[in-house]
């Protein structure tokens, strides 16, 4: 039950904005500037979120990761459906791990 309310009240600050800063600021002796997460654009569904990441991870380790699918269905039934974003990203992730897979023929 802690749990549920947890996930509502991070949900809530989030959507009103509590959570968003602007990291745009380029420090004194460094030359670079923090970027905002590619990700913060609500144009993205979960499920081209998880592609998205698939195809970083495949670009920029060669490897994929095993997310626990069967686990987070059964939490998200027992949540009653709280965590169907987390379901969304993990098949659009392993959608495009078995797209590449196929188009490259790799075996991992």
């Not at 509502?8 to 460094?30: L, Q, R, V």
């Amino acid at each position: 039950m802690f749990l549920l309310k947890l996930h509502e009240m991070i949900k809530h600050n989030y959507e009103s904005g509590f959570y968003s800063h602007d990291f745009t600021y380029k420090a004194e002796n460094y030359n670079y500037a923090y970027k905002k997460n590619p990700f913060d654009n609500s144009k993205f569904s979960d499920f081209n979120m998880g592609r998205t990441q698939a195809r970083r991870d495949y670009r920029d380790k060669k490897k994929f990761k095993n997310y626990p699918k069967s686990f987070i269905v059964f939490m998200n039934f027992i949540s009653k459906k709280k965590l169907q974003e987390i379901i969304d990203f993990i098949n659009g992730y392993n959608y495009e791990k078995e797209t590449l897979k196929n188009k490259n023929n790799i075996s991992n």
